[in-house]
C-alpha cells in the first residue's frame, strides 16, 4: 500500500513538472548586437605630418559591453549591446585611419608630407552614454610630441542620440564624438610651429 502511495505521488509531481514547464512563457530568443564607430574622413580635412598613435589609455568603467549612465547616478548595462572592441582599441583604430586619410587628402593637393612623424598619446577619461540627457560623451587627455616638444590638453564632446534608437543611435553618437575629436587634434598638429 505504502508504494503504491509513493508511485501515485511521483506520477501526480511528474504532471504537475511537466503541466509547470508547459504553461511557463518563454522569453523570445534576442541575438547580442556588436556595434562599432563609424569612420568618415571628408575630403577637406588635410593633416600636414604623420602621426604615431601610442597605445590608448582608458580610465572609464566601459570594456565591451554597451553602459548607460542614468539618474542618481546609477550606470547599467544592456546585455544584448556591445561595442566590437573596448573604447581604447576603438579610437586608437579610429584616429588610425582618419589620421592616414587626412595626409592622403594632404598629397592628394600636391602638398608634401614630412616623413618624421609626431607622436600622439592619448587617455580616454569619459566615454559615456547618458540616457538622462540623450547624449554621447566622448573625452580624452593628449599629448602630442615634436622634436621632443609636448603639446598637451583636454578634448571633450558630446553628441545628441535619439533615445528611441537605442543602441544604434549610440553608435552614430560616438562615432562623431570621435570624429569631432580627431579634427581637432588635426587642427592641433597643422598650428603646430
Given amino acids: 500500500m505504502f508504494r503504491k502511495i509513493k508511485y501515485y505521488l511521483l506520477i501526480a509531481a511528474v504532471f504537475l513538472f511537466a ?8 522569453s523570445p530568443y534576442r541575438e547580442t548586437a556588436s556595434y562599432d564607430l563609424v569612420f568618415n574622413c571628408p575630403a577637406e580635412v588635410k593633416l600636414k605630418r604623420n602621426i604615431r598613435i601610442l597605445p590608448v589609455i582608458n580610465y572609464t568603467p566601459t570594456a565591451r559591453r554597451m553602459l548607460f549612465s542614468g539618474r542618481n547616478g546609477r550606470i547599467s548595462g544592456d546585455d544584448y549591446s556591445q561595442w ?12 588610425n585611419k582618419y589620421f592616414a586619410a587626412a595626409v592622403e587628402n ?27 540627457s540623450g547624449r554621447a560623451f566622448l573625452a580624452v587627455n593628449y599629448r602630442i610630441t615634436r622634436n621632443s616638444e609636448p603639446v598637451s590638453g583636454r578634448l571633450e564632446t558630446a553628441v545628441p542620440y535619439e533615445k528611441k534608437e537605442i543602441p544604434e543611435a549610440c553608435a552614430v553618437a560616438m562615432s562623431e564624438c570621435a570624429g569631432q575629436i580627431a579634427v581637432e587634434i588635426v587642427n592641433i598638429v597643422n598650428n603646430i610651429k
Fill in 84 to 95: 566590437v572592441q573596448n573604447p581604447e582599441s576603438m579610437l586608437g583604430n579610429y584616429l
Fill in 106 to 132: 594632404m598629397v592628394k593637393g600636391g602638398t608634401a608630407v614630412p616623413p618624421e612623424p609626431d607622436t600622439l598619446e592619448l587617455e580616454i577619461y569619459r566615454f559615456e552614454l547618458d540616457n538622462v
Fill in 19 to 26: 503541466a509547470g514547464c508547459s504553461l511557463l512563457e518563454r
